[in-house]
């Protein structure tokens, strides 16, 4: 089974970074795509970057040249590094992971809350 633990998350200010951590626990971190996603209050969730086992990475359009998701396949660990944060990036953000054979999501952290004020 895998689990994941986010950390990272606060109360910033328009145009302040945050980086925001997620361990992977369980199994072949390598073997597994890793993904950051986010829910804002009264939306649905949305996926905001990718990242392969193999370090190819996808950003969404709202978050492109802001954002920057990395991985670290020694330590199971995966980053996204938040640069000139506005205030609608305010949301719960959550690690996923799918196996490479999977088409959705399997395994989901609990979540960490970022809040962008004006």
């Known amino acids: 089974q895998v689990q994941l633990v986010e950390s990272g998350g606060g109360l910033v200010q328009t145009g302040d970074s945050l980086r925001l951590s997620c361990v992977f626990y369980?199994?072949?971190?390598?073997?597994?795509?890793m993904a950051w996603f986010r829910q804002a209050p009264g939306k649905e969730r949305e996926v905001v970057a990718v990242?392969?086992?193999?370090?190819?990475?996808y950003d969404s359009d709202s978050v492109k040249g802001r954002f920057t998701i990395s991985r670290d396949n020694l330590m199971n660990m995966v980053y996204l590094q938040m640069n000139s944060l506005k205030p609608e990036d305010t949301a719960v953000y959550y690690c996923?992971?799918?196996?490479?054979?999977?088409?959705?999501?399997?395994?989901w952290g609990q979540g960490t809350r970022v809040t962008v004020s004006p």
């Open positions: 996923a992971a799918k196996h490479i054979s999977s088409s959705d999501y399997e395994y």
């Open positions: 369980g199994r072949t971190f390598s073997s597994y795509v």
């Open positions: 990242i392969t086992s193999g370090g190819s990475t």
